[in-house]
């Protein structure tokens, strides 16, 4: 916590009791910040040492799940030594990180949280879980392109699964990936001679991009979190 907050939301937020019995317990005499008594007032921070009882608390870290449209050029990184940063683009107030990464030239959903426990059940069974993408290229789609796509592509290194892709236009089409190869669709239509000129994802699992505004974020319901940590 980096900004002073209530007394008594601090308290609840501890799991300890509700703000109104923090209320009590406050009028009472029985708590004590950094040794003093409290009032109803007063206001705390992570750096104070609040007792209720004798009984030292602290505030359960509040997790939080955000949905961010990526604008090209911000980079999926939380170093600060890189200028284009997507945590210095959010400037969000609490500790957050990325679940997965789109890579600089793209755009669309990205996941961010504080919760490490859900981002690395998600990471490690990444492979299943669909990513949908709208994708354009330079040059005119051909039905030998669109089969390819579809029964995998040899990278060299490795080879693509099978994906579901439709064409939604002279150059573009809709592609849902359930693999998490670095850079796979670029990479995909480069074997096939092709060269992407846009890409943005649309959906991530069960969050959808939606209208959400290019640089914008929204906090994800507690259906689609509940979602996420199901599967």
């Not at 789109?102 to 690395?120: E, F, V, W």
């Not at 480069?190 to 846009?198: I, M, N």
């Not at 290019?214 to 979602?227: A, K, M, S």
Request: hydrophobic content about 35%; proline content about 3%; aromatic content about 6%.
């Amino acid at each position: 916590m980096t900004t002073g907050e209530r007394i008594n939301k601090y308290i609840a937020s501890s799991g300890l009791c509700s703000r109104r019995a923090a209320d009590k317990l406050i009028d009472e005499g029985k708590v004590l910040v950094n040794g003093i008594p409290a009032d109803k007032g007063s206001t705390v921070t992570s750096e104070d040492i609040v007792t209720v009882e004798g009984r030292e608390i602290s505030k359960k870290e509040e997790k939080i799940y955000l949905a961010f449209n990526k604008p090209k050029g911000v980079v999926c990184t939380a170093s600060k030594t890189d200028p284009d940063n997507i945590i210095d683009y959010i400037n969000y107030p609490e500790r957050i990180f990325t679940v997965g990464r789109l890579d600089k030239n793209s755009t669309g959903l990205i996941l961010l949280t504080n919760d490490g426990n859900l981002s690395n059940r998600m990471l490690k069974a990444s492979e299943g879980h669909e990513k949908e993408y709208v994708v354009a290229v330079d040059k005119p789609l051909t039905d030998n392109f669109i089969k390819k796509m579809a029964k995998g592509v040899d990278l060299g290194d490795k080879k693509t699964a099978p994906c579901k892709i439709r064409k939604t236009g002279d150059r573009t089409f809709d592609i849902i990936l359930t693999q998490g190869i670095n850079r796979q669709i670029r990479r995909m239509c480069e074997v096939l001679g092709y060269k992407v000129v846009r890409l943005k994802r649309i959906r991530f699992m069960s969050v959808e991009l939606g209208d959400l505004p290019l640089g914008q974020y929204r906090v994800l319901t507690e259906d689609e979190i509940n979602q996420l940590a199901s599967n």
